[in-house]
């Protein structure tokens, strides 16, 4: 892979922030997320439609794995080179009591093999391998990993490894996973690995084909936790992390991202069967969110938003503002064009100076649902209003007045004028004397 894809999908990122919003006001009302953390949005829009916790810390277990494989796939270009499994950098995971991919040492796989058991059996083995591959030992992949976090504007996250066993000083927030996720499923060799429920694995130098089984359930149609809609993900367990994964689904152009931490591991329903909660939260998530929310316009395009006085015109005491382009947000499916509000932002104040050219962004609306920003649009001149010469020549002579130059040359006249009427006294009043003068000679 070339070093441009992430810068890319960093620039993708930031893009898409500017046009994200907090919805956390919309919540279920016909059941209850039983994960301790959660987020779930739109893929298209990045509005977060509900969250839960989100900016609280929390352990990433094996969703690490998502910035293992991207740091991979930045930093290799041919995913078909191959690597000599080291038997002795397996045997750091002996008592970890770590997922595997059962690789052993010596055996010789391609990148991509290796990518197939990171993200589909969730391997801890596999993250070792390839972190050493890649990084030339594992502490500067980790580093490579905190590298490529903070270019991603994952502020409260540090990796200490490349797996997510359990560590004091290996941490995340639901905040910075979707900005994680974002970046990696914009990578289609990530996206493309996640969305296997099973995978083929042909046959090494040590080991005859083997089938791989997904961890995630939801796109398993053996299990009983099986959601059709489901696209791919990574799931994650450790004691302390809980069961955890972060998915995504489509449903007729609809696409949405779920992040859910740290569910009950132990989860029994009402009639005493444990059951696998984290799948069954994301289910309940994806389902209320196409069942219940749609792309609406709120702003048209054009549309009258109000007015702004205008000076240095004859003509136009005020012009009208208009939409310079449609909004559209993603809203509950009740919502209409009666519950936006709309507060307008002027660039230059409350009034605007000729001359305005027709179509001249004036100001910014931002725009409102249920008291959450849901997006902001420019807002344009009606028509071209032009400058009275007159008003700007009186505007510039009076806004003289308070300019130092102004000032000095005041100050200067005035000493000026106050010279010459004391010359004009002394002269006076010496004529006046030679004339007293030449009376009394007389």
């Not at 205008?310 to 993603?330: C, H, M, P, R, Y």
């Not at 009427?421 to 002394?426: A, D, E, K, L, T």
Request: proline share 2%; charged share 20%.
């Amino acid at each position: 892979m070339k070093k441009s894809i992430l810068s890319f999908i960093i620039i993708l990122g930031v893009f898409c922030s500017l046009f994200s919003v907090s919805s956390s006001a919309f919540s279920p009302s016909n059941f209850t997320v039983n994960a301790e953390y959660c987020m779930l949005s739109n893929m298209d829009t990045g509005e977060v439609i509900y969250s839960k916790n989100a900016d609280q810390r929390l352990y990433p277990a094996s969703v690490t794995k998502l910035m293992t494989a991207l740091v991979v796939c930045e930093n290799v270009d041919d995913l078909n080179k191959t690597v000599t499994i080291d038997g002795d950098l397996l045997d750091l995971l002996l008592g970890t009591d770590s997922s595997l991919s059962y690789i052993v040492g010596d055996e010789v796989l391609t990148i991509d093999q290796l990518l197939h058991y990171l993200l589909i059996t969730s391997g801890n083995d596999t993250a070792l391998v390839l972190a050493k591959y890649v990084g030339g030992t594992v502490d500067r992949f980790v580093e490579m990993m905190n590298e490529t976090a903070a270019k991603l504007g994952m502020n409260s996250t540090h990796f200490q490894n490349p797996h997510g066993l359990p560590d004091d000083n290996h941490y995340t927030t639901v905040l910075d996973i979707h900005k994680l996720a974002t970046a990696a499923f914009g990578v289609e060799k990530i996206k493309t690995i996640c969305s296997y429920s099973r995978y083929v694995m042909p046959p090494t130098n040590l080991h005859g084909e083997r089938t791989l089984s997904t961890t995630n359930f939801l796109i398993n149609k053996t299990t009983n936790y099986y959601y059709k809609y489901c696209t791919g993900g990574k799931t994650g367990y450790t004691e302390s992390a809980g069961r955890c994964i972060v998915s995504t689904a489509e449903k007729e152009g609809m696409r949405y991202l779920s992040i859910v931490m740290k569910a009950d591991p132990k989860y029994i329903d009402s009639d005493g069967i444990q059951k696998r909660i984290e799948f069954i939260d994301t289910a309940k998530l994806f389902e209320w969110a196409f069942n219940n929310f749609s792309y609406k316009t709120v702003i048209d395009k054009n549309e009258y938003l109000g007015d702004i006085d205008v000076g240095l015109s004859w003509e136009d005491s005020n012009i009208q503002l208009f939409a310079k382009d449609s909004l559209t947000a993603l809203l509950p499916n009740e919502a209409d064009k009666s519950s936006i509000e709309v507060d307008l932002k002027f660039i230059d104040g409350k009034k605007v100076d000729a001359p305005i050219e027709k179509g001249q962004v004036i100001a910014v609306a931002n725009v409102f649902y249920a008291n959450e920003k849901i997006g902001e649009i420019e807002l344009c001149s009606s028509k071209e209003v032009k400058r009275s010469t007159l008003q700007y020549l009186w505007m510039l002579f009076t806004g003289s007045f308070d300019t130092i130059w102004f000032k000095l040359i005041f100050v200067v006249l005035g000493a000026t004028l106050l010279i010459y009427w004391i010359i004009s006294i002394i002269q006076i009043n010496n004529i006046n004397r030679r004339r007293r003068q030449m009376r009394r000679h007389r």
